[in-house]
C-alpha cells in the first residue's frame, strides 16, 4: 500500500538525486567494516547510489586484515609515531591483505540476488595503477622502508572510468615509477582522490554516528573550523580522530562537503544524503547558511516561498513578471544549497531610505534566526548604499520588527512616491528602522 510517509520521504529526496546526478563522491571503507560483516548493507546503498547516476569512488582500508595475516605468520607489528614500519615481510602480507579485501568487495557490490535493492544492477568495478606513490623515508632516523605516500593520483584514468559508468576501487597501495609498491593509508588515499577529482563529497564511515558534542548530542552539521576546534578540544572516538584532519583538509582543498557516517546503522548512509536533517556529521569549509543576492534562477524557489503567504494575506500580490523585473532587490538565504528564505529591498535614494519588503522563511525553517539573518543583510546592504533608514510595511508581523529596532509611523513619513502606491484598503502599519 502507498503510504504516506513513503510519497512525503520520496519528495524530500528529490531534489538530492537531481543534485548528485554526474558528481564524484569518494566514499572511504575501513577494513573493519570489510572484516566486520557491515560492507553487505552498505554495498547496496553504494550500488544504489550509482544507479542514481553518482559517479563512486571507494577507497578501501586492510588494517586489520594485515594484522591478522601478521599474526598468523608469527610476524611483529612495528610502528613509529602511529604509523607502521613497513619492512619488506610485512610488505608482502599488505598485498595479500589487498587481494584478500578486494576480492570480498567485489564479490559483495556484484551481488544482484533477486528481492534485493541490488537486483538487475550490473556493477562494474575498475582499478589499476591509478595512483604513483613514493616512501615517506627516514622519520627522525627510522627508515619506514615500504610504508609510502601518495604522490600523484592519475585522474584522467580514474575519470574515463567513472564517465564510462564503472565504480572506481583503489586499494591502500601505490606504485612508484621504479616498480616498487608502497603501504598507503585508507584516509591519505581517500583525501588526495578526493581533492584531485575535486570531489563533491568525501565520506568516511565510522563506528558511531559521526561526531557527538559534551552535551551527548550528534552535531549534524560544522564548519571546518569548528571540526578542527572539536578535534583540539580531544574526547572523540578513535575513528572519528583519525580522520577529522583529513575531512578538514578536503574541505579546505575543494571538496564541498566531507562526512562522517555510521557503517553500522543500516540505511545510514541514505539518511545522510537524501534527507534534509540527515543522519551523520557534514562537514563544509564555510557556514552552511548565506544570504546572497537572487537571480532569475531563484524565482521559482522565491514564489514557493511567497505564494502561500499572498494567499494567506499575509504579502502583497506579486507576479512572476515583476519579480522578474526586480530580482536586483532580492535576496536569498541558502542553506545547503537550498532557499528556506527571501528579502527585498527597493531603495528611495532621494529620500535616503529604503523599504524592506517580502521577508519570508519557509514554514518549516522558521525559529532558526534565518528571518534576522536576512533582516541584517538588508540593514547592511542599506548602510552600504549610504542611506539614513529602512522602513517596512506590514499587516501581521508588527512585533517581530518593534522587537528588531523598528519604531511605528505615519504613512504620510513615506517618500511621496511610495506614499502614492500605498494601499488604504489593506490598511497596514508602517515601521521605521534609524540606521
Ligand atoms: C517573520 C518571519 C520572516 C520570521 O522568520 P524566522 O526565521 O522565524 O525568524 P527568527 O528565527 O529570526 O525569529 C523568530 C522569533 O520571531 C518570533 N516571531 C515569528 N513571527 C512573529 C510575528 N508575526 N510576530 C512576532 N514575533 C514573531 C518567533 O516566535 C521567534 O521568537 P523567539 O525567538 O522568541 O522564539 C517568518 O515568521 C515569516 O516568514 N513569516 C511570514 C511572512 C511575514 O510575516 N513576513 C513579514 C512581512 S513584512
Request: charged share 25%; glycine share 8%; proline share 3%.
Amino acid at each position: 500500500m502507498l503510504t504516506r510517509e513513503f510519497v512525503l520521504s520520496f519528495r524530500e529526496a528529490a531534489p538530492y538525486i537531481n543534485a548528485f546526478r554526474g558528481k564524484t563522491f569518494v566514499v572511504a571503507v575501513s577494513g573493519e567494516t570489510v572484516a566486520d560483516g557491515h560492507f553487505p548493507g552498505l554495498a547496496q546503498d553504494i550500488n544504489l547510489l550509482t544507479t542514481l547516476g553518482v559517479r563512486i569512488v571507494l577507497v578501501h582500508g586492510i588494517r586489520p586484515q594485515i594484522d591478522s595475516l601478521l599474526g598468523k605468520q608469527g610476524i611483529a607489528r612495528h610502528f613509529h609515531r602511529e604509523k607502521r614500519i613497513t619492512d619488506l615481510p610485512t610488505m608482502d602480507i599488505v598485498k595479500q591483505a589487498v587481494g584478500l579485501a578486494r576480492h570480498e568487495i567485489e564479490a559483495t557490490l556484484s551481488m544482484g540476488m533477486p528481492n534485493s535493492p541490488m537486483h538487475g544492477s550490473h556493477l562494474r568495478i575498475s582499478g589499476g595503477n591509478m595512483l604513483t606513490a613514493q616512501p615517506i623515508g627516514v622519520i627522525d632516523g627510522m627508515d619506514m622502508q615500504y610504508t609510502g605516500q601518495v604522490r600523484r593520483i592519475d585522474v584522467a584514468a580514474i575519470t574515463q572510468r567513472l564517465e564510462a559508468g564503472d565504480l572506481v576501487m583503489l586499494s591502500p597501495i601505490g606504485y612508484s615509477p621504479t616498480g616498487e609498491a608502497f603501504n598507503l593509508t585508507m584516509e591519505e588515499v581517500a583525501t588526495h582522490t578526493a581533492i584531485a577529482l575535486k570531489a563533491e563529497k568525501l565520506i568516511f564511515l565510522v563506528d558511531g554516528r559521526g561526531v557527538i558534542s559534551i552535551e551527548d548530542k550528534l552535531l549534524s552539521t560544522l564548519t571546518a573550523q569548528q571540526a578542527e576546534e572539536l578535534h583540539r578540544g580531544g574526547n572523540l572516538p578513535n575513528d572519528v580522530t583519525l580522520y577529522l584532519p583529513y575531512v578538514i583538509r578536503a574541505t579546505r582543498d575543494g571538496v564541498s562537503r566531507a562526512h562522517l557516517v555510521s557503517s553500522k546503522e543500516d540505511g545510514a548512509l541514505l539518511a545522510e544524503l537524501f534527507t534534509r536533517g540527515g543522519n551523520g556529521t557534514m562537514i563544509a569549509r564555510d557556514p552552511l547558511v548565506r544570504v546572497r543576492t537572487a537571480t532569475i534562477d531563484d524565482i521559482g524557489d522565491i514564489l514557493g516561498l511567497i505564494r502561500p503567504l499572498e494567499e494567506q494575506g499575509i504579502l502583497v500580490k506579486r507576479s512572476r513578471e515583476l519579480l522578474e523585473m526586480e530580482i536586483g532587490n532580492y535576496s536569498v538565504l541558502e542553506h545547503d544549497k537550498r532557499i528556506y528564505g527571501c528579502v527585498a529591498m527597493h531603495a528611495f535614494t532621494d529620500a535616503e531610505t529604503a523599504e524592506l519588503a517580502c521577508l519570508a522563511v519557509s514554514s518549516d525553517h522558521r525559529d532558526a534566526g534565518f528571518g534576522e539573518a536576512l533582516l541584517n543583510h538588508v540593514e547592511y546592504q542599506a548602510r552600504a548604499r549610504g542611506l539614513a533608514s529602512l522602513f517596512v510595511l506590514t499587516t501581521q508581523t508588527a512585533h517581530w520588527f518593534v522587537e528588531r529596532g523598528f519604531v511605528e509611523t505615519e504613512p504620510s513619513r513615506l517618500p511621496m512616491s511610495r506614499q502614492e502606491m500605498y494601499n488604504y484598503q489593506r490598511r497596514s502599519k508602517v515601521f521605521i528602522k534609524t540606521l
